[in-house]
């Protein structure tokens, strides 16, 4: 017999069922997926900022801004997901798929990875 991985309740159905109901699927993963502590969560939420600051500047997937618009919309240069050195030596950070590389006059290239 089969119990609810979420309130341990019996399970009726199918036999691969792992939950009583979806109430209780979206409750155990919901839990599953939550961020662990406030350092974690702070963190991701500077990372989504930046995402949708970038999004937001970057519509044709490739332009250009200043570091002041992008300081004036709240953007923190410090959270990024990862640095792509190119065989040119320029130097791109990214999040996830949007990034950009520091140009001269304090302009940055905004560019968007194919994936």
Request: positive net charge.
């Given at each position: 017999m089969k119990i609810c991985l979420e309130c341990s309740e019996k399970i009726i159905g199918r036999e691969d069922k792992k939950f009583c109901?979806?109430?209780c699927r979206n409750a155990?993963?919901?839990?599953?997926?939550?961020?662990?502590?406030n350092y974690?969560?702070?963190i991701n939420n500077k990372l989504r900022k930046n995402y949708r600051i970038l999004s937001g500047l970057n519509t044709e997937g490739k332009s250009k801004t200043t570091r002041a618009k992008l300081l004036s919309k709240g953007f923190d240069f410090e959270f990024f997901t990862n640095i792509l050195n190119t065989k040119t030596g320029n130097t791109y950070y990214f999040l996830y798929d949007q990034g950009y590389m520091l140009l001269d006059n304090d302009f940055y290239m905004l560019v968007k990875k194919d994936i």
């Open positions: 109901s979806d109430g155990y993963n919901n839990k599953i997926n939550k961020d662990s502590n974690m969560r702070n």
